[in-house]
């Protein structure tokens, strides 16, 4: 249900919404969304479950603003979804990864970096931390159509990430992935959930949900059938479980009995617990990791990338680049401090200005050249000849200067 709380706080709210897909005589077909109540507020992940069909991806879509809803209140950053002015803070990963094949990682990442606008020393920084952290440097000259369905989720969350955004829509984030990159992703989410990103998760893997969710809502025929914290959802109130070190069947025996004397309760069932089989494979990969065996594919995922996981602004970043790009007189520095490459770079400078000078000053002009290539080609004139004349004739002068022509 909508938060009583102020609407301000909630980045997603929505209010009987309803969607409503129609043929084209505009008779109901589907009613793939039916009168749903939910908020999403802020720095809050939100799990979005259900079956194929139950209307996850159209209320996705509806958030997104590629589809209008039918009916009902929809809300996001307190806008219409159709507001042009929220996109920028939007990142959104698809289902299904959709990529321009024949770019490479790097080529891909500046692409989206560019259509936010951002500035080229930002989009390279981030880039770089980016294939860092979902394990792509390596393969970043590789084509985009070239990857794996693994690799292409990989490179799918760092465009989603690419613009830092204050709400991250992820659809199905894992598909694809194996444990390793599971349970990456899962820390990240986790990670930016601290930072301050407001995060919509919606899987079919439940236990990834489960993980990372601060909430969620479990949908069915476009309904909400569940919803709350998964404390609440997922506590049995019929069972309980005394977990102790390991002991002997005799001691068991005498549990047992107590229990039964003093309750009137039976023990159903001792077993020893077992570690999950996440856990267990990503021990043997780790292992393999420290022997120094090698993998092909995707490498070793690096850190989070600063600007996800950093408390600056972009106002910050911002502040900086403007800094960098302002036209200053240079500093005076001696040469006993300038490095031998600021040395070399000097001198060829200085090189390059003398050769330019020199050129300039011995080039004659296309006038002057014009007139010492028409003297030279006339024969030398014997002594009765009046060169005032010929001169007057190349310079297009009559005799008397006044620059008539014949």
């Not at 908020?39 to 991806?57: A, C, D, R, V």
């Not at 507001?83 to 692409?111: C, H, N, Q, W």
């Not at 970043?317 to 520095?333: C, F, G, M, R, Y």
């Amino acid at each position: 249900m909508v938060s009583n709380g102020s609407s301000n706080k909630n980045i997603v709210e929505a209010v009987g919404l309803t969607k409503i897909f129609s043929d084209f005589w505009f008779r109901a077909k589907a009613r793939a969304v039916d009168g749903i109540d939910f908020s999403i507020e802020q720095n809050e992940i939100f799990g979005l479950l259900g079956p194929n069909g139950s209307g996850k991806s159209t209320t996705i879509k509806m958030i997104l603003g590629l589809l209008r809803k039918s009916r009902g209140r929809l809300a996001v950053f307190g806008k219409e979804p159709s507001d042009v002015s929220i996109k920028s803070r939007i990142g959104y990963l698809p289902e299904e990864t959709y990529m321009y094949r024949f770019l490479d990682a790097r080529e891909t990442l500046d692409y989206y970096g560019k259509l936010f606008g951002l500035d080229r020393r930002i989009r390279k920084k981030r880039v770089d931390e980016l294939l860092d952290m979902v394990g792509l440097t390596q393969v970043a000259h590789r084509k985009v159509g070239e990857y794996s369905k693994g690799m292409a989720r990989r490179i799918g969350l760092a465009q989603a990430l690419i613009n830092d955004p204050d709400l991250l829509i992820l659809d199905e984030p894992t598909s694809g992935l194996d444990p390793i990159g599971t349970r990456q992703v899962k820390g990240l989410l986790q990670e930016l959930g601290k930072k301050g990103t407001t995060i919509l998760l919606s899987s079919h893997l439940l236990s990834d949900v489960e993980d990372v969710c601060d909430r969620m809502v479990i949908l069915y025929g476009g309904k909400i059938r569940a919803e709350g914290t998964a404390d609440q959802l997922l506590s049995d109130s019929n069972h309980t479980v005394i977990r102790v070190p390991h002991i002997d069947t005799t001691t068991i025996a005498a549990v047992e009995k107590t229990l039964q004397d003093s309750a009137g309760v039976s023990v159903e069932a001792v077993e020893s617990p077992r570690q999950r089989l996440e856990d267990f494979f990503l021990d043997i990969v780790e292992t393999a990791r420290a022997e120094q065996i090698a993998n092909a594919g995707a490498g070793k995922s690096g850190p989070t990338a600063s600007f996800l996981s950093s408390s600056s602004t972009e106002g910050d970043a911002l502040i900086e680049t403007l800094s960098s790009d302002a036209i200053e007189e240079p500093p005076t520095v001696s040469v006993e401090k300038r490095s031998a490459a600021d040395l070399v770079e000097v001198e060829a400078d200085a090189a390059k200005d003398e050769v330019l000078e020199e050129l300039l000053q011995d080039k004659p002009s296309p006038k002057k050249a014009s007139d010492d290539v028409a003297r030279d080609s006339i024969p030398e004139a014997s002594a009765d000849v009046d060169l005032g004349m010929i001169d007057g004739l190349l310079d297009g002068s009559d005799d008397d200067g006044k620059g008539g022509k014949d």
